[in-house]
């Protein structure tokens, strides 16, 4: 993929390199999800990065902080080279994150957090130290206009936009600690879960600090991502497609370099798609709001044999919502949930899933599958009562019987049903998460995300048991970070921005959107 220099970046030399990268390049086996990226952070400047989900973003920034490993490529910090091991590697040289979900620690102090793990930095033991750190962090929040926050005071009982003001000057605060001069922060999507004033008041802090340092923002907020940087890069497909100041970059053609990929029709199956999906609603929702604010005022149906797609950014709520609808997530505050006409009183998993609800996690290895455990086990998770799990693996003929049909259905390439699903490929292992509730003969499947790190071969493999599963009369509630996905497998798309549902999309097969007119609402 060839890359666009919108304009010269001669024009935005500010201050010195603090971080370049040259060629990094991240491949999990077959797949590639980063290729290539060359870029430089300099001092006094903030540069923007943005792209759709799957970009490769994420994996940048895991790079450059030393939790994950560059299979080729090379990074230089301050002119010096720079692998670090770990992000305690990266801290100790002045390269910090502060991600969208705080870091923090609720229950400990301002000045504990701000040092935490760096204690050993400060002289003496006990009180003495604990006098130490104290006195630096008030001067600390005194150089950045927060003298008002009480240091000893639990970081749980200030505000949301007071902590993440302080994990930037937590940066900072470490970077003196260890004698650096001008530290490089990456604000990973630090604006989510702010209001526009709180986001402003943040937007200004960061002006504030900048000469200071060499910043990295990520942001899916178009605005603020083109008013606060002052260079961009856009990524799509792991890879830099353009860089540019920002005034040379309207959204139109951010919108047009993030997207614009060829979907293949054969690829979604997109032939077994009928013109209109059925009228029969199987599932209804009503004004859905969730405790802890990740959505609110959501309203669908989702009728019987069709695909109904969710899509939005990271943080617009949409796997939020599935997993509340199921009862894994947020319990519900208010709204009204409807399975085949009948009102459900209390949403908990046990009771979705006897009326027929299936429900796939977006991360497989963490909350979906023991992995130590064979095929046949996995595949009779949902089947198993209080106990069970304590009793050992089931090897009743009935549960080995439905075990080898479900490999066969579903092409699970294994030695057979007593092999340890660790040793399969992440293809075979989440057409086993999907094929378990085929076996419970489940009706309505919640799919977050269920070709996430599967190869090409795998995804259209799960596209065509999808699409055989509608014509049977399943319904499908599908969540993915994948617009294309979205737009070839769904009858419907719902948009998700800030929690809320901004517009709703119809799919059918004669009428595909493009990219760009669904990422045009959710940024």
Known sequence: MSEATLTDDSVTQAGNVLLETEGLTKKYGEYTALNGVSLEVRRGEVLGLIGENGAGKSTLLNLITGTTDPTSGTMRLRGQKYSPRNYRDASQVGVYRVFQELALVSTMSVYENLFLAHEQRFPGFGPPRMAAMKTRAKALLQKYDHSHVDVTRSVGELDFPTRQILEVIKCIGLSELYGVEHPVILLDEPTTALSLDETVFFADFVRRIRDDAGIIFVSHRLEELIDLSDRLLIMKDGEVVARTPDFAMTPHAIHALMVGRERDEGFYQEHKQTEEAGTEAVLRCRDLVDSQGEFSGISFDLHKGEILGIGGVVGSGKSALAASIYGYGSPLASGAVEVNGKKVDKVTVAGMMRRGLGYVPPERGDVGMLLDHSVSWNLSLPRLGPGDLDRGPIKTRSETKSAVTMIGKFGIKTQGPEQAVVEL????????????????????????????????????????????????????????????????????????????????????PSAKPEESDLISHMI
Do not use: C
Request: a negative charge; proline letters at 2%; aromatic letters at 4%.
């Open 425 to 508: 490929s992440g293809g075979n292992q989440q057409k086993i998460m999907i094929a378990r509730w085929v076996a419970r003969r489940s009706s309505i499947l919640f799919l977050d995300n269920p070709t996430r790190g599967v190869d090409a071969g795998a995804k259209a493999e799960i596209y065509r048991l999808l699409r055989d599963l509608t014509l049977e009369g399943v319904s499908i509630l599908l969540v993915s970070d994948d617009l294309l996905e979205l737009i070839g497998l769904s009858d419907r798309i719902l948009l998700m921005k800030d929690g809320v549902v901004v517009h709703e999309q119809q799919t059918p």
